[in-house]
């Protein structure tokens, strides 16, 4: 119950982006605190008035068993290297209440009141949403149940239209953005993908054809749809408060599907799980200029990534700096990783080490030799007072309200600074120009939510947007 509480407290920094946070919290207030002492309640209700030999026998096996999977599944997670962060101990401990009211729901069926038996089994998916609930704070992939519920029965994301009412809005006054969902052909990568998405600002339904316009490429994390910068990202929401700003004048963002589906981590490479790296750049790219009339020119494309997209971001700058000038990396590691380095190899590069080096951003940069008009924002957590370094240049003040709301595990990321500086250090050797900015916040969506809002504006100006010099 200390993790819901913990929870709830920070409310206000990321909440100010708009719209994508309203409704029935799932990080924190009454709904998920109300599982927990219900779950409680009936856990007692199970428990309260068994015999001597039961408490004496019974519980202790189901107790057991429960550790026993705890434990299982926090090894699990470490030796496959699926988290950044430790997991919060209220995880482990709500997965082994699971996995005991499972055992305590069989172990006492036989004998036991109708009634008894009833709350046993209702005690099974409370204790799993607890487990559901805690592991959400953790990530915050789910802030709020409407996001959820859209996500869980493909709702339409924020701003959405359909390609074929685009014309429709031609030559309009639009007060927002729209997002068009595509279908991006695969033929050049034969990469299997998910339903890929555009949003296009308002000045490009302007005039009788579309302007030109720069576009940021957004990549999401490892476990991820297309859609989750715009549904828990917030993205839509900030860049339509950017474009507002701005006589309705932003970048095209195209928002990739680089894993093809959700549990599979391509690191954007080309390797055994996808041709990832190739879709992004010979499908997507290609199918964005020529279907939206976007600029094709390498100084107005940029790639935004969160986790491991931000290593995406990288990679995909530093291999191919003819087709994009900017990037930002939110959280991303030193290079493409899946496990240990012997899982990354195996995983990603099918035990082929020409491969490998070939999508490693350290070595792509040293081979290059230098970059001339490619930037790069680095965006990672660390503890006060800490704020800010800028290893080109002075110290950005510190980003305002990164709470880190969401994934509550007390814990923070201490290698992603170190990563960001060490890949800073050597794009500016390369001369690619870099920042590394530093904040109090932790591994969660809502940090990379905050970490695109505060890049936003600089993002404008490199790629050239129109407009993107005024205040």
């Known amino acids: 119950m200390v ?3 913990l929870a709830a407290a920070p409310a206000a920094g990321v909440a100010a982006q708009g719209g994508y946070r309203s409704g029935v919290s799932l990080l924190g207030g009454w709904l998920p605190l109300t599982v927990e ?3 409680v309640v009936v856990l007692i209700a199970v428990l309260v008035r068994r ?3 039961w408490w004496l026998l019974w519980v202790p096996v189901a107790a057991a068993l429960g550790v026993a999977a705890a434990a299982t599944a926090d090894w699990f997670v470490g030796q496959q290297g699926l988290a950044s962060d430790p997991a919060p101990i209220q995880l482990w401990a709500w997965s082994a209440v699971f996995v005991a009211a499972i055992a305590i729901a069989v172990l006492g069926w036989r004998g036991t009141r109708w009634w008894r038996r009833g709350l046993s089994i209702v005690l099974i998916p409370l204790t799993f949403a607890c487990v559901a609930l805690t592991l959400n704070q953790w990530v915050g992939y789910y802030p709020t149940v409407q996001t959820a519920w859209g996500a869980a029965t493909a709702g339409p994301v924020p701003d959405q239209v359909a390609a074929a009412d685009l014309p429709v809005l031609r030559n309009t006054t639009m007060s927002t953005g729209k997002v068009v ?3 991006v052909p695969d033929a050049a990568s034969g990469f299997k993908h998910r339903t890929e998405y555009v949003y296009l600002p308002p000045a490009w339904f302007a005039g009788d ?3 030109a316009l720069p576009v940021i490429m957004m990549v999401g994390g490892e ?9 828990t990202g917030g993205a839509v929401d900030t860049v339509d408060a950017y ?3 701005h006589g309705g004048q932003a970048p095209i963002l195209v928002f990739v599907d680089a894993g093809g589906s959700f549990n599979n981590d391509t690191e954007c490479v080309d390797g055994p799980r996808g041709d990832s790296a190739s879709h992004l750049v010979d499908d997507v790219r290609p199918y964005v200029v020529s279907t939206f009339g976007a600029s094709a020119n390498p100084e107005n494309w940029g790639v935004v990534g969160w986790s491991m997209g931000g290593t995406c971001a990288v990679d995909l700058i530093v291999m191919h700096p003819d087709l994009f000038s900017t990037f930002e990396d939110i959280a991303g590691d030193v290079a493409p990783t899946a496990g240990t380095d012997e899982q990354t190899l195996d995983r990603l590069y099918g035990g082929d080490t020409a491969l490998r080096d070939r999508f490693d951003p350290t070595k792509a940069m040293t081979e290059h030799g230098l970059y001339q008009g490619i930037s790069g924002w680095f965006q ?3 503890v006060p007072p800490r704020q800010g370094a800028n290893l080109s240049g002075p110290a950005p003040a510190p980003s305002p309200g990164m709470d880190g709301t969401g994934g509550h595990d007390d814990t923070h990321d201490a290698g992603e600074t170190g990563t960001a500086e060490q890949l800073c250090a050597t794009a500016s050797s390369a001369g690619i120009s870099c920042e590394v900015h530093t904040s109090n916040g932790r591994h969660t969506w809502q940090f990379a939510a905050q970490g695109f809002a505060d890049a936003l504006p600089w993002l404008a100006v490199q790629i050239q947007t129109p407009g993107s010099a005024t205040p």
Do not use: E, K
Request: hydrophobic share 40%.
């Open 380 to 382: 990672d957590s660390d």
């Open 181 to 183: 969902p595509v279908d």
């Open 209 to 211: 054809t579309p302007p």
């Open 51 to 53: 015999s001597r030999r």
């Open 37 to 39: 002492i219900v779950s």
């Open 223 to 231: 476990f991820n749809t297309a859609a989750d910068w715009l549904r």
């Open 3 to 5: 993790s819901l509480l």
């Open 243 to 245: 474009a507002q700003a």
